[in-house]
């Protein structure tokens, strides 16, 4: 008899078909939306394995309700959706899909830094608009990038693949971590720093910790109140890292210079949002690792992971 396993949205084809071979497969198939809980814990009764999204919020109450669930495989390097304490209690393995995404997430900090620097969909908007009547000195201009101070805050495998990035724009970087010694950075004559000095002293403060009650609010009022007047916040980790509401004071008054953020503290979010009406503000959709090699090889990845599992092999990438 194959495993059980149920899918929490639509994912590749080639990668059904891969899962089919070794497991008995039901998937949440409607449109593009998250499964609803009732549903999801349905179904997380009767399966093996789960195939889940960082989307799908799998607490202590989901996982007790399972009956023979043996692996939880989340297609995304962070786990804050689910309870790893009750997950491990239950004897259920845990798994994520780190290294594949690594290049493609610092590509995209990159890419929110510079156009949050430079302002650019302002500037796209600007002609969009029709407001463009001629050039002029200080029209839309930002700040520069090449010879800044990048203050890297998480100096993991993302923060460092960032700060490669930052090599070849001359920025200088200096970062704060958990563990200050860090071999990664050895080429890259990063310096580590305090919290409070990265926070005084760079130009761009980017946020790349994950997220858990340690680092809830890591950057709340007082932290953004360190920043310069001209300095701009990314964060491309989670929302909650970050205290919104303090976010959206410092840059209603010019506090700060800017901030790019590809995540907010409650997903999706929509043109309503208070920080979604700043100019200052550069907001993106959780796009991270979304180039479409990426979404595969991080499909592929969570795949091998639970069949890994169910086979009773090491899993890639085990959390607990
Ligand atoms: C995306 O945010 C991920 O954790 O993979």
Redesign the pocket.
Known sequence: MKPKIFITRKIPNNIVKKLEENCELAMWNSEDTPVPRHILQEKIREVDGLYCL?TDEIDEQMIESAQQLKVIS??????NNIDITAAKANGIIVT???DV?TET?ADLTFALLMATARRIPEAVDYIKNDQWRTWSPMQLTGRDIHGATLGIIGMGRIGTAVARRALGFNMNIIFHNRNKNLRSVEDLHAAYVSLETLLREADFVCVMVPYTKHTHHLIAERELKMMKRTSILIN???GGVVDEHALYQVLKEHNIFGAGL??FAQEPINASHPLVSLPNVVALP?I??ASVQTRHK?AELAAENLICVLEKRQPPYRIV
Do not use: Q
């Open positions: 960082l989340n297609m995304a390097v962070g786990f994520n899909t780190p995404l997430t491309t980790s989670r590809d995540v959780h991270g690792s991080m």
